[in-house]
């Protein structure tokens, strides 16, 4: 028996198991690969807006804000304690759960990303459910 023809044959078997045992525990490979793109009209996250059960908002100035769901009610945490509007609160997490591809610019036809109200502030919205597990990141 060769030993490199056997070698190569194991790893090549070994790395197909890997791939089929991926595949089977997550229903894709996404994590290897990456997801494909976007289509128009796709949604871009997929959760239910009942699950979310706090906000983390963080500002391009490094000031953040914690929002908590607690029995129904939603509730500032950081940087004070306070009640939240539940209106803005609902909005804001539908329009996340509503989120949809409507244009796809390509990047090679910009020059300037501010020409589109890209700007290089930005505030970064993250919504998680009520055991902690990201949902989306804005």
């Known amino acids: 028996m060769r030993l490199l023809p056997t070698l190569l044959i194991t790893l090549i078997t070994t790395g197909l198991g890997f791939l089929a045992v991926m595949h089977q525990l997550n229903g894709n490979l ?4 990456g997801a494909p793109p976007l289509k128009l009209g796709e949604s871009v996250y997929q959760f239910d807006p009942e699950d979310v059960g706090s906000i983390d908002i963080l ?5 953040r804000a ?8 939603w509730l500032i945490k950081e940087p004070w304690d306070d009640y939240a ?3 803005t609160v609902r909005s804001l997490i539908d329009f996340s759960a509503r989120l949809q591809i409507e ?7 910009v020059d ?14 993250e919504l998680f459910d009520k055991e902690g597990t990201p949902l989306c990141k804005l």
Do not use: C, M, P, Y
């Open 30 to 33: 996404h994590f290897i690969f």
């Open 59 to 63: 500002n391009s100035d490094g000031t």
């Open 66 to 73: 914690k929002v908590i769901k607690v029995g129904g009610v």
């Open 85 to 87: 509007d539940a209106r």
């Open 103 to 109: 244009d796809v610019i390509k990047r090679t036809e």
């Open 112 to 125: 300037d990303l501010a020409q589109f109200g890209l700007k290089n502030d930005k505030i970064e919205v």
